[in-house]
Protein backbone atom coordinates (compact mmCIF):
# COMPACT_ATOMS: atom_id res chain seq x y z
CA UNK A 1 0.00 0.00 0.00
CA UNK A 2 1.23 3.45 -0.83
CA UNK A 3 1.34 6.30 1.70
CA UNK A 4 1.48 9.95 0.59
CA UNK A 5 1.69 13.09 2.23
CA UNK A 6 0.09 15.67 0.91
CA UNK A 7 1.60 18.09 -1.63
CA UNK A 8 2.01 21.22 -3.26
CA UNK A 9 1.52 19.52 -6.28
CA UNK A 10 -1.25 17.57 -5.46
CA UNK A 11 -2.78 20.61 -4.86
CA UNK A 12 -2.21 21.53 -8.32
CA UNK A 13 -3.97 18.92 -9.94
CA UNK A 14 -7.53 20.05 -7.90
CA UNK A 15 -9.30 21.29 -10.57
CA UNK A 16 -12.47 23.00 -9.08
CA UNK A 17 -12.40 26.76 -8.22
CA UNK A 18 -14.47 27.47 -5.28
CA UNK A 19 -14.48 31.16 -5.81
CA UNK A 20 -15.76 31.10 -9.40
CA UNK A 21 -19.30 32.23 -9.65
CA UNK A 22 -21.11 29.63 -10.94
CA UNK A 23 -24.10 31.64 -13.42
CA UNK A 24 -22.00 31.13 -16.28
CA UNK A 25 -21.94 27.57 -15.56
CA UNK A 26 -25.58 26.92 -14.39
CA UNK A 27 -26.74 28.82 -17.76
CA UNK A 28 -24.74 26.29 -20.07
CA UNK A 29 -25.79 22.95 -18.06
CA UNK A 30 -29.42 24.62 -18.54
CA UNK A 31 -29.01 25.01 -22.08
CA UNK A 32 -27.61 21.58 -22.54
CA UNK A 33 -30.78 19.83 -20.28
CA UNK A 34 -33.22 22.33 -22.29
CA UNK A 35 -32.04 20.47 -25.38
CA UNK A 36 -32.56 16.95 -24.19
CA UNK A 37 -35.99 17.86 -23.08
CA UNK A 38 -36.64 19.47 -26.31
CA UNK A 39 -34.95 16.34 -28.19
CA UNK A 40 -36.77 13.83 -25.95
CA UNK A 41 -40.15 15.39 -26.40
CA UNK A 42 -39.83 15.15 -30.01
CA UNK A 43 -38.57 11.74 -30.39
CA UNK A 44 -41.67 10.83 -28.00
CA UNK A 45 -43.77 12.41 -30.60
CA UNK A 46 -41.88 9.86 -33.72
CA UNK A 47 -40.83 13.55 -35.27
CA UNK A 48 -37.75 14.44 -37.53
CA UNK A 49 -36.03 17.41 -37.03
CA UNK A 50 -37.15 18.65 -40.36
CA UNK A 51 -40.68 18.27 -39.58
CA UNK A 52 -40.21 19.63 -36.37
CA UNK A 53 -38.80 22.63 -38.45
CA UNK A 54 -41.48 22.77 -40.98
CA UNK A 55 -44.09 22.92 -37.86
CA UNK A 56 -42.61 25.51 -35.90
CA UNK A 57 -40.90 27.56 -38.83
CA UNK A 58 -37.47 27.36 -36.88
CA UNK A 59 -34.42 25.95 -39.43
CA UNK A 60 -33.19 23.06 -39.18
CA UNK A 61 -29.82 24.22 -37.99
CA UNK A 62 -31.79 26.14 -35.17
CA UNK A 63 -33.25 23.02 -33.94
CA UNK A 64 -30.05 21.38 -33.96
CA UNK A 65 -28.37 23.82 -31.84
CA UNK A 66 -30.96 23.97 -29.40
CA UNK A 67 -31.19 19.72 -29.42
CA UNK A 68 -26.92 19.70 -28.52
CA UNK A 69 -27.30 22.64 -26.04
CA UNK A 70 -25.09 25.52 -28.34
CA UNK A 71 -27.85 28.28 -27.97
CA UNK A 72 -29.52 29.72 -25.47
CA UNK A 73 -33.56 29.89 -26.94
CA UNK A 74 -35.78 32.65 -26.59
CA UNK A 75 -38.80 32.27 -24.31
CA UNK A 76 -41.20 33.22 -27.43
CA UNK A 77 -39.02 30.31 -29.77
CA UNK A 78 -39.70 27.53 -26.31
CA UNK A 79 -43.22 28.64 -26.71
CA UNK A 80 -43.27 27.42 -30.30
CA UNK A 81 -41.40 24.04 -29.39
CA UNK A 82 -44.12 23.65 -26.60
CA UNK A 83 -46.64 24.17 -28.84
CA UNK A 84 -45.58 22.18 -31.62
CA UNK A 85 -44.93 19.22 -28.97
CA UNK A 86 -48.30 19.90 -27.13
CA UNK A 87 -45.87 20.01 -23.85
CA UNK A 88 -46.10 23.16 -21.68
CA UNK A 89 -43.33 25.47 -21.87
CA UNK A 90 -41.99 24.78 -18.20
CA UNK A 91 -41.58 21.08 -19.16
CA UNK A 92 -38.27 21.72 -20.74
CA UNK A 93 -37.02 23.17 -17.09
CA UNK A 94 -38.14 20.34 -14.95
CA UNK A 95 -34.62 18.95 -14.49
CA UNK A 96 -33.69 22.18 -12.72
CA UNK A 97 -36.21 22.56 -10.18
CA UNK A 98 -33.88 20.85 -7.86
CA UNK A 99 -33.55 22.26 -4.53
CA UNK A 100 -30.28 23.09 -3.16
CA UNK A 101 -30.42 21.57 0.42
CA UNK A 102 -28.46 23.02 3.59
CA UNK A 103 -28.68 21.41 7.04
CA UNK A 104 -27.81 23.43 10.56
CA UNK A 105 -27.08 21.17 13.19
CA UNK A 106 -26.60 23.58 16.54
CA UNK A 107 -24.57 22.07 19.23
CA UNK A 108 -24.60 19.00 21.01
CA UNK A 109 -27.82 18.39 18.80
CA UNK A 110 -26.05 15.71 16.10
CA UNK A 111 -28.80 12.50 16.41
CA UNK A 112 -27.26 9.58 18.06
CA UNK A 113 -27.16 6.52 16.20
CA UNK A 114 -25.76 3.33 15.70
CA UNK A 115 -24.48 2.89 12.60
CA UNK A 116 -24.07 -0.42 10.82
CA UNK A 117 -20.91 -2.38 12.51
CA UNK A 118 -20.95 0.20 14.96
CA UNK A 119 -19.03 -1.62 18.38
CA UNK A 120 -19.81 -1.15 22.18
CA UNK A 121 -18.74 2.63 23.00
CA UNK A 122 -18.15 4.15 20.11
CA UNK A 123 -20.77 6.98 20.39
CA UNK A 124 -21.79 8.51 16.82
CA UNK A 125 -23.46 11.82 16.30
CA UNK A 126 -24.67 12.71 13.10
CA UNK A 127 -24.50 15.96 11.86
CA UNK A 128 -26.13 16.39 9.06
CA UNK A 129 -27.82 14.34 5.98
CA UNK A 130 -28.90 15.17 2.75
CA UNK A 131 -30.42 12.65 0.39
CA UNK A 132 -30.80 12.69 -2.97
CA UNK A 133 -28.83 15.25 -4.95
CA UNK A 134 -27.74 16.71 -7.94
CA UNK A 135 -23.99 15.84 -7.45
CA UNK A 136 -24.25 12.06 -6.90
CA UNK A 137 -22.02 11.92 -4.10
CA UNK A 138 -23.64 10.84 -0.43
CA UNK A 139 -21.98 12.64 2.42
CA UNK A 140 -22.19 11.26 6.11
CA UNK A 141 -20.51 13.30 8.75
CA UNK A 142 -20.37 12.12 12.39
CA UNK A 143 -18.82 13.73 15.52
CA UNK A 144 -16.86 10.10 17.24
CA UNK A 145 -16.36 9.81 21.01
CA UNK A 146 -14.20 6.83 22.55
CA UNK A 147 -14.81 6.27 25.95
CA UNK A 148 -12.92 3.58 28.56
CA UNK A 149 -15.69 1.69 27.57
CA UNK A 150 -15.26 1.54 23.83
CA UNK A 151 -13.72 -1.67 22.43
CA UNK A 152 -11.09 -1.25 19.94
CA UNK A 153 -11.84 -2.56 16.28
CA UNK A 154 -9.55 -2.32 13.51
CA UNK A 155 -11.32 -3.74 10.77
CA UNK A 156 -14.36 -1.20 9.63
CA UNK A 157 -14.66 -1.88 6.29
CA UNK A 158 -17.17 0.07 4.16
CA UNK A 159 -17.16 1.77 0.55
CA UNK A 160 -15.97 5.11 -0.54
CA UNK A 161 -13.58 7.92 0.73
CA UNK A 162 -13.22 8.62 4.97
CA UNK A 163 -11.83 11.41 6.34
CA UNK A 164 -10.93 12.38 9.73
CA UNK A 165 -9.91 15.18 11.78
CA UNK A 166 -8.89 14.56 15.56
CA UNK A 167 -10.55 17.26 18.34
CA UNK A 168 -9.37 15.32 21.41
CA UNK A 169 -7.59 13.19 23.16
CA UNK A 170 -4.69 10.30 21.19
CA UNK A 171 -5.54 7.61 19.08
CA UNK A 172 -3.81 5.11 17.08
CA UNK A 173 -6.03 4.28 14.19
CA UNK A 174 -4.92 1.49 11.42
CA UNK A 175 -5.60 1.87 7.75
CA UNK A 176 -4.69 -1.59 5.98
CA UNK A 177 -0.74 -2.62 6.88
CA UNK A 178 -0.21 1.26 8.59
CA UNK A 179 -0.84 3.04 11.72
CA UNK A 180 -1.24 6.25 12.89
CA UNK A 181 -0.52 7.95 15.80
CA UNK A 182 -3.42 10.82 15.59
CA UNK A 183 -3.37 14.09 18.10
CA UNK A 184 -5.78 17.04 18.12
CA UNK A 185 -5.48 18.39 14.57
CA UNK A 186 -4.29 15.56 12.47
CA UNK A 187 -5.99 14.82 9.87
CA UNK A 188 -6.42 10.91 8.07
CA UNK A 189 -7.72 11.05 4.68
CA UNK A 190 -8.03 7.43 3.51
CA UNK A 191 -10.03 5.01 1.16
CA UNK A 192 -12.56 3.19 3.40
CA UNK A 193 -12.75 -0.46 1.49
CA UNK A 194 -9.49 -0.94 3.33
CA UNK A 195 -9.62 -2.21 6.72
CA UNK A 196 -9.70 0.39 9.33
CA UNK A 197 -10.34 1.90 12.76
CA UNK A 198 -8.80 2.38 15.94
CA UNK A 199 -6.46 0.47 17.30
CA UNK A 200 -5.01 1.48 20.43
CA UNK A 201 -6.92 4.16 22.51
CA UNK A 202 -4.12 5.77 23.78
CA UNK A 203 -5.58 8.74 25.72
CA UNK A 204 -9.44 9.09 26.41
CA UNK A 205 -12.06 10.52 26.41
CA UNK A 206 -11.20 10.47 22.46
CA UNK A 207 -13.12 13.07 20.11
CA UNK A 208 -13.35 13.09 16.52
CA UNK A 209 -14.75 14.18 12.96
CA UNK A 210 -15.22 11.21 10.88
CA UNK A 211 -16.91 11.98 6.95
CA UNK A 212 -17.46 9.52 4.61
CA UNK A 213 -18.26 10.23 0.76
CA UNK A 214 -19.66 7.73 -1.60
CA UNK A 215 -21.69 7.72 -4.85
CA UNK A 216 -25.53 7.85 -4.64
CA UNK A 217 -26.76 4.56 -5.52
CA UNK A 218 -29.16 4.74 -8.63
CA UNK A 219 -32.40 3.45 -8.24
Known amino acids: MKIEAISPEMVTKLSQDPHVTSAGEREKVLEVAIGREVRSFRKQ ?10 MTGLSIGMLSKIENG ?22 FFRRFEEQRTAVHTKAGEGVELEREGTRAGHQYNLLGHIGSNSSGVIV ?24 IYMLEGKVDYRHGDEVFSLVPGDTLFFDADAPHGPEVLVELPALYLSIICYPQSVS
Open 140 to 163: EPYLITLSEQSDVFPMFQHGGIET
Open 70 to 91: NTSPSLSTLQTLANALSVPLTS
Open 45 to 54: KEITVAELAS
